[in-house]
C-alpha cells in the first residue's frame, strides 16, 4: 500500500468478525487503514461460511472469510482486556455491542466504537434473531418478488449484511474525519442498524404506502411497479435486460423489436399504462426476441438510447468485456492455498487507488504486545 | 435538535439526478455537509417526473414526487441553465469555494457544456469530483445507458435468487440506485479523507453494476472456487430446515422462518407444537413433509403475533411487510426513525433517519426537499456574492427560475 493510500494513519480493530463488520473492514483495510481482525482461538464465524476453498484444510478454507480479509491482520484474543490492548490507539473499534466505549476511550481517546447489529442497540426488536431474509421481509423488499400466487421470494446470499456493513463505513468514516477536521472530539459509539440501512431499497415505497394505505402487491416474476417493460428475456445465446421507462426510450424499443404499430398508442405514453397491458404486450416481446442474439440486441437498443442489459451467468460474469477491460475482478491469496479471482472494491479513487484483491493472514499471525494501561485505569 | 455539525464546513455541488447520485450527497448532507443542489428548469432532475406535460407543470407535478422529496432532503436548490455562458461561468464560480462535485450525467453531458472534470479541476484543484455512471468511465460500456434495474440485470445477481425453474430473477425495481448511492457516499468520503492526508483533490469514479458484486458475493466466489454456479434455490437451505416463507392467516400475509440451530428447532418446535422431526439430517431429508407441517401450522396464525411468538421464543422470524408497515412497524416507531415534516405542495411527508445513530436519538433532519430555484437568491447572494439586480437579470434570461419548462 502507497504512503498516499486514502485511509493510511487510521488502525482499525475488528473485535467482532460478522459479515457487515468483516465488510466494513475490508472497506477500510483495501484503502490502506492498519485493520486487524481479533479473533477468538477458533477464529471469526466468517471462517465457517461457505464457499469453502475444496481440498483446504480449516480455519483456512472460507473463500468468503478470505475475500473479506484481505490486507488485515488478524491476531488471536483470549478476553476483552487482550481486545483493549490491540485496540491502543485505534481511532476505530467495529463492535457487536459487547463493548462499553469506556472499555477502550482511556487507551483511544477519539475512538469510534461502531457497533453494528441486525436492529440497533435500542427498540423492541434490539433482541430478536436477525437474518438476511428477516431483515429483508421487514423492509417490504421480500413481498413484491416472486409469482403472483407465492409464495414470495428471498433474495439469495448475504446481502443485508453487506449493506449494513456499507452503511456502517460511512457512518464510522464520517466520525473519524469529524474527529479530524476539528468538527469532533472524544469518544463515541456510532450504532449502525442493518435494518435501517436496507431501507435504503424500501423507503420509498414506505413513503407510497403511508400516503396511499396501499400495500404492495406482487405482480410476477420480474414485475414490478411502475415501470414496463421491465424484465429478463430469453433470446437464442442468452439473456437480455429489457428497462423502457420514458415515452422516447418506448418508441425506440418499439423500433428495435418492429412492434411500431404499439408505439404511438397514447396508453403506452406512460410506464404505467403499459404495466396495464404487460400480459398482453409480454408474449409479444418474448416472440420478438426469442430468436434473436441477446448480444446484438443489447449493442443495437443501447446505440438508440434504450437501457438494455445483458444478464450474464455467473460462469459469464468473469469474462465480460466491460468488466475485463475495467479489470472488476482481481486476485485474493489465502494463506497456503492457490489465490481465487474475486470483485475488487467497487469505487475507483484515481490519485489514491484501493488496493486490488490482495493477501489474507493467518489466524493468529500476528502477536499483539501487551500494554501499559495508563495510570488512570490502575487498580 | 438540529443537524449534526460531522461535516460542517464542507461543501457539496450536487449536479446528480434520480436516485443513486441524490442519495449520496444526502448521506453527505445528513451529517452536516452543506449540499447545493444544481439543476436547471428544462433540465431538472428527472426525479420530479419523467413524462413532464405542461399541464403537469401547471399542476406542480415536479414538486410532488415522494421519491424525490426523499433523497433531496437537508439540501438547498440553486437552478442554472448550465448551457448558457453565465450559467456555466456560476458553476465554475461556485465549484471554485467548493469541496466536492457530483455527478450522474450521461457520458458526454458535462464535456459538451466545457464542465467535464479537468475544467472544473482547474478551477478548483482540491475538488473532489465523483462520477457516476452505469458501468464506469471506462471500458466498452461506458456511455450506455442504464436505470437501477439495467444495473441489477448486468451485475448477473438475478441468476443468484429465485428457483432453478425461473428466469433469472430480479429482487428490486432499481436495485442499483440504492447500492450505488451508498457506495458513492463511501468513496466520496474516502476521497475527503485523502485530501485532508495529501492536499489533494481527485475524481472518482463508480460503476453502479460493478458495485452489485458484494451483493452476489457467495455466488460470485461460489463459481470462482468451485467452477460451477450456485445452485439457485429459491427460499431453502442446503443448511437447514424449516426455512422459507410460509403462508399466514388473512390475505396475502406471510411469514419468513429460518431455523438455523438445534437450539432454534427445539424452540420452533416448542412454539409450533410440530412433533415427528429429528435432527437437522432427517429434517433436511424430509423438508417437504416439514415445510407442509409448518404451512399447516402458520396458516392459522396471524402474522403479527407469530413474529413476536416466535421471535420472543429465539426463532428468526419477521412478518412480510409491505408499503404499508414501514411508517408503522413499532420498532421503528420506538427508535425514531421516521420523522415527519411538512413541506409545501406534498404537505405532511415521513422522512427516514440515516442508518447510523449516536446515543438512542436518530441524526435530526433539518429541511425536506427543496422545490425548484429555491434557494437561488441565497445561494447566489450569499455564497457567490452576487448583488440583487444581478440576480433579478439572470432571472430575466432565464438562466434561474423556479418553475419547470418544456424544452
Known amino acids: 500500500m502507497s504512503e498516499e493510500a486514502a485511509l493510511a494513519g487510521i488502525r482499525v480493530v475488528d473485535a467482532a468478525g460478522s459479515i457487515a463488520t468483516a465488510y466494513c473492514g475490508k472497506l477500510f483495510a483495501d484503502h490502506g487503514a492498519a485493520v486487524v481482525n481479533a479473533e477468538p482461538p477458533e477464529g471469526f464465524a466468517t471462517r465457517r461460511e461457505a464457499p469453502f476453498l475444496p481440498g483446504a484444510p480449516a480455519p483456512e478454507n472460507s473463500a468468503l472469510h478470505a475475500w473479506l480479509s484481505t490486507n488485515k491482520a488478524s491476531a488471536v484474543v483470549e478476553s476483552a482486556a ?14 457487536d455491542g459487547r463493548f462499553d466505549c469506556e472499555h477502550f476511550s482511556a487507551l483511544a481517546p477519539n475512538v469510534v466504537v461502531s457497533t453494528v447489529t441486525w436492529f440497533g442497540r435500542t427498540g423492541p426488536y434490539a433482541d430478536y434473531q436477525g437474518t438476511d431474509g428477516v431483515v429483508q421481509s421487514l423492509i417490504g423488499m421480500v413481498r413484491g418478488i416472486g409469482t403472483e400466487e407465492g409464495p414470495p421470494i428471498l433474495p439469495a446470499g448475504c446481502q443485508a449484511q453487506i449493506v449494513g456493513g456499507l452503511a456502517a463505513y460511512i457512518g464510522t468514516l464520517g466520525q473519524v474525519i469529524a474527529r479530524e477536521i476539528g468538527n469532533a472530539s472524544g469518544p463515541v459509539r456510532l450504532d449502525t442498524s442493518i435494518l435501517e440501512a436496507n431501507l435504503c431499497f424500501t423507503e420509498v415505497g414506505g413513503v407510497g404506502g403511508h400516503r396511499s394505505g396501499r400495500r404492495v402487491r406482487r405482480m410476477g416474476v420480474n414485475r414490478y411497479p411502475p415501470t414496463y417493460p421491465l424484465g429478463i428475456y430469453p433470446c437464442r445465446d442468452g439473456w437480455l435486460g429489457v428497462t423502457a421507462l420514458t415515452p422516447s426510450q418506448w418508441k425506440s424499443f418499439c423500433a428495435l423489436l418492429d412492434m411500431q404499430e404499439f408505439a404511438d398508442v397514447p396508453q403506452y405514453q406512460s410506464a404505467v399504462g403499459r404495466l396495464q397491458d404487460a400480459d398482453v404486450l409480454d408474449p409479444l416481446i418474448h416472440e420478438r426476441v426469442r430468436e434473436q442474439s441477446a448480444t446484438e440486441l443489447f449493442n443495437r437498443g443501447q446505440g438508440a438510447r434504450i437501457p438494455l442489459a445483458l444478464v450474464p451467468t455467473m460462469e459469464q460474469l468473469f469474462t465480460v468485456d466491460q468488466y475485463v477491460a475495467r479489470r472488476a475482478f482481481d486476485e485474493v491469496r489465502p494463506p497456503g492455498q492457490e489465490g481465487f479471482v474475486a470483485p475488487v472494491t467497487p469505487f475507483r479513487l484515481f490519485r489514491t487507488p484501493a488496493t486490488r484483491g490482495g493477501d489474507v493472514a493467518p489466524l493468529g499471525s500476528m502477536v499483539p504486545t501487551p500494554v501499559e494501561p495508563p495510570r488512570s485505569l490502575r487498580a | 435538535m438540529s443537524r449534526p455539525s460531522l461535516l460542517e464546513g464542507v461543501r457539496v455541488v450536487d449536479l446528480s439526478m434520480g436516485w443513486a447520485g441524490p442519495l449520496a450527497a444526502r448521506h453527505l448532507a445528513d451529517m452536516g455537509a452543506d449540499v447545493i443542489k444544481v439543476e436547471g428548469c428544462v433540465r431538472f432532475d428527472w426525479w420530479r417526473g419523467w413524462e413532464a406535460t405542461q399541464e403537469w407543470i401547471d399542476e406542480g407535478g415536479a414538486e410532488m414526487s415522494p421519491a424525490f422529496n426523499m433523497v433531496n432532503r437537508n439540501k438547498r436548490d440553486l437552478t442554472l441553465d448550465l448551457s448558457t455562458l453565465e450559467g456555466a461561468d456560476l458553476l465554475l464560480r461556485l465549484v471554485a469555494i467548493s469541496d ?36 464506469g468511465s471506462s471500458g466498452p460500456w461506458q456511455g450506455y445507458r442504464a436505470y437501477g434495474s439495467t444495473v441489477e440485470q448486468a451485475s448477473g445477481l438475478p441468476h443468484q435468487s429465485g428457483e432453478e425453474s425461473m428466469p433469472p430473477t430480479m429482487i428490486h425495481v432499481a436495485l442499483g440506485d440504492s447500492v450505488g448511492g451508498l457506495n458513492g457516499a463511501a468513496a466520496l468520503l474516502t476521497a475527503l479523507r485523502a485530501r485532508r492526508r495529501t492536499g489533494k483533490g481527485q475524481h472518482l469514479d463508480l460503476s453502479q453494476s460493478e458495485c452489485l458484486f458484494p451483493l452476489g458475493i457467495k455466488g460470485i466466489l461460489t463459481q470462482s ?22 403462508p399466514c392467516a ?22 409450533s407444537g410440530i412433533g415427528g422431526f429429528g435432527d437437522v439430517a432427517d429434517r433436511l431429508a424430509r423438508r417437504e413433509e416439514l415445510d407442509d407441517a409448518v404451512r399447516a401450522f402458520t396458516s392459522a396464525q396471524v402474522v403479527e403475533l407469530l413474529m413476536p411468538e416466535l421471535q420472543e421464543a429465539g426463532v428468526p422470524a ?90
Not at chain 1, 487482550?82 to 463492535?95: F, G, H, P, S, T
Request: charged fraction near 25%.
Open chain 1, 82 to 95: 487482550d481486545i483493549r490492548d490491540l485496540a491502543r490507539e485505534a481511532q476505530v473499534v467495529l463492535d
Open chain 2, 250 to 271: 388473512g390475505d396475502d400475509e406471510w411469514i419468513v422462518i429460518q431455523v438455523r440451530s438445534e437450539a432454534e428447532w427445539k424452540a420452533f418446535e416448542a412454539a
Open chain 2, 318 to 407: 419477521a412478518r412480510l411487510a409491505g408499503g404499508l408497515e414501514l411508517t408503522t412497524d413499532p420498532h421503528l416507531a420506538a427508535r425514531g426513525f421516521w420523522k415527519m415534516m411538512q413541506r409545501e405542495y406534498v404537505g405532511e411527508l415521513p422522512h427516514p433517519a440515516p442508518p447510523y445513530r449516536v446515543g438512542e436519538a436518530p441524526f435530526d433532519i433539518d429541511r425536506p426537499a427543496p422545490t425548484l430555484g429555491q434557494h437561488n437568491f441565497e445561494v447566489l447572494s450569499e455564497v457567490l456574492g452576487l448583488k440583487a439586480d444581478e440576480i433579478a437579470a439572470l432571472a430575466e434570461k432565464g438562466v434561474i427560475g423556479t418553475k419547470p419548462r418544456l424544452p
Open chain 2, 100 to 135: 466536492v462535485v457530483v455527478e450522474n450525467y450521461s457520458a458526454g453531458v458535462l464535456p459538451k457544456l466545457g464542465l467535464d472534470y479537468p475544467v472544473l479541476a482547474k478551477a478548483n484543484p482540491e475538488i473532489v469530483m465523483i462520477s457516476m455512471p452505469a458501468f
Open chain 2, 225 to 246: 472456487v468451485t467452477g460451477s454456479p450456485p445452485q439457485r434455490l429459491g427460499n431453502r437451505s442446503l443448511e437447514h430446515a424449516p426455512h422459507g416463507v410460509y
